[in-house]
């Protein structure tokens, strides 16, 4: 696993912050007051954080945003990070301004005067995330980048209310890792051994072969991987934290890679298709977050590992075959596979476990993209009260989502001559025909959400939080929707 950046908290020392190496970033609000920290710093540069403050571009600078002074007199440090903040900031804010900082840090370690600032938590766990770096295929020396120090008023209070701040990068680094390993690398039995591992941490792991699936009826899901020769394998992870309520569940595709099957998928932008098991790993980031903040509540995490490959063995369009629930379905599009893990998968969850609530992810459809492209995760729910948590959550935690249409018009599209379902309904709407399909495989009364992943969960650009690839999104949004809607309160 990717070692996050080191980060510890510190009180104010000028002495020691003048032959500071590295770099030092300075939190500033946007009115130009300089704190007591500030000031000392002022003095320092000889007033170079004032000339700065009084300048064209300081004032057309947005909230968040860094400006980097180099070599500054009076520093031992090679540069100086001003950052624009807020007043009184946001979490959007105080990350946005991490993220800021983590983009300049430089090579070496990196002093971070945060003083009284609001959000210090907020702050640190931005640096952590938007400074991860994958570079485990890399041969040349990796390039450290030093220790993170964040100068705050009360060093004790503030690493006390950061641990549930780390736990939540934690999982977000596994969810990035899982979905920036090759293919050749992260196997269906690579997978579940990583998830095995996560015992450490205090969940139940179980691992179901092909023969346990075979018994259960998951033929669906058997067949996108019957083509390949890594196993097929589910991994069932448990978080017993709130008593003996049922648990929420959480279900996440697998597809560790993706060709599209017999119905190959154009070579062009194949490669990209190693990112095809992002909902389990955003499941397997969130099942570990839990664990390590200690939740109070019950939660199990379903991930379908499976491999999508064509030989004289996989399954051809027009093949008919019965679902765990017991419904038949003819396959036209062997690249519309996610849907066929997930519907045996969140039969098997509610069978098993009779969870209060549901919700899936897969990097599902291309038309999601289409839809929304890379900006908003697509969402999908046949219960209101969910959904309008899950968008709140994920908008609190700067995790952009967008509620879909469903309804049985859509249905029509999935009508089979020869069987009780099509897996595809046609190029028309083919996010919500694919939502639609899921939904067949939902019980009634069953809270549930899907949601479409595919646009948000590897990007080719740099955000906020994350450098261009693997995003983890997800992660924080699920754990805050769990904490906001289903932990049980100490």
Request: net charge negative; hydrophobic share 45%; with cysteine.
């Amino acid at each position: 696993m990717t070692e996050p950046v080191s980060l510890s908290f510190a009180s104010f020392d000028a002495e020691a912050l003048a032959q500071a190496e590295g770099r030092i970033a300075l939190l500033v609000e946007a009115e130009g007051r300089l704190g007591a920290e500030a000031r000392r710093i002022d003095a320092l540069t000889r007033k170079a954080v004032s000339r700065l403050l009084a300048s064209p571009g300081w004032a057309k600078a947005k909230v968040g945003e860094a400006t980097l002074l180099s070599f500054p007199a009076g520093l031992t440090a090679e540069g100086l990070v001003v950052v624009k903040v807020p007043k009184k900031p946001t979490e959007a804010e105080a990350r946005k301004a991490g993220g800021a900082i983590a983009r300049m840090r430089g090579k070496g370690p990196l002093t971070v005067v945060a003083g009284t600032f609001a959000r210090p938590e907020d702050l640190a766990m931005a640096i952590g995330l938007r400074a991860y770096d994958f570079a485990e295929h890399k041969t040349a020396p990796r390039e450290e980048g030093g220790h993170v120090t964040v100068l705050v008023a009360d060093p004790e209070a503030v690493r006390s209310r950061a641990a549930p701040f780390e736990a939540v990068a934690s999982g977000v680094v596994l969810a990035r890792d899982l979905v920036s390993e090759p293919a050749n690398v992260l196997t269906t039995t690579e997978f579940a051994r990583r998830l095995e591992a996560l015992r450490e941490t205090g969940l139940e792991v179980e691992v179901l072969e092909e023969e346990e699936l075979e018994r259960q009826g998951m033929r669906l899901l058997l067949a996108v991987g019957q083509g390949s020769e890594s196993p097929s394998k589910v991994v069932v992870m448990r978080w017993n934290g709130g008593g003996e309520e049922k648990p929420f569940a959480l279900v996440g595709k697998g597809v560790v890679f993706d060709t599209g099957g017999i119905s190959m998928k154009p070579a062009a932008g194949m490669e990209d298709m190693t990112m095809d098991m992002g909902g389990a790993a955003v499941v397997a980031g969130v099942m570990q977050t839990l664990a390590l903040r200690r939740a109070h509540a019950n939660v199990v995490g379903l991930v379908g590992l499976v491999e999508n490959m064509p030989s004289g063995n996989a399954t051809r369009p027009g093949d008919v075959v019965r679902s765990m629930k017991g419904d038949t379905v003819e396959i036209i599009n062997t690249d519309a596979e996610g849907r066929l893990v997930l519907a045996d998968l969140l039969w098997y969850a509610q069978e098993r476990f009779q969870p209060t609530g549901i919700i899936n992810l897969a990097t599902l459809t291309g038309a999601i993209i289409v839809a929304l492209g890379h900006e908003n995760a697509g969402v999908f729910s046949n219960d209101e009260a969910l959904a309008d948590a899950l968008l709140a959550a994920a908008r609190t935690e700067g995790e952009s989502a967008w509620r879909m249409p469903m309804g049985e018009a859509y249905d029509a599209m999935l009508k089979s001559r020869i069987a009780d379902m099509k897996n595809v309904g046609g190029r028309d709407g083919g996010s919500i025909t694919a939502a639609q399909f899921i939904k067949r495989f939902i019980k009634d009364g069953t809270p549930w959400c899907h949601i479409d992943i595919a646009g948000v969960a590897s990007v080719k650009s740099d955000t906020t939080l994350a450098p261009k690839g693997a995003t983890g999104w997800g992660v924080m949004a699920l754990n805050r929707l769990i904490a906001d809607r289903y932990e049980a309160k100490a």
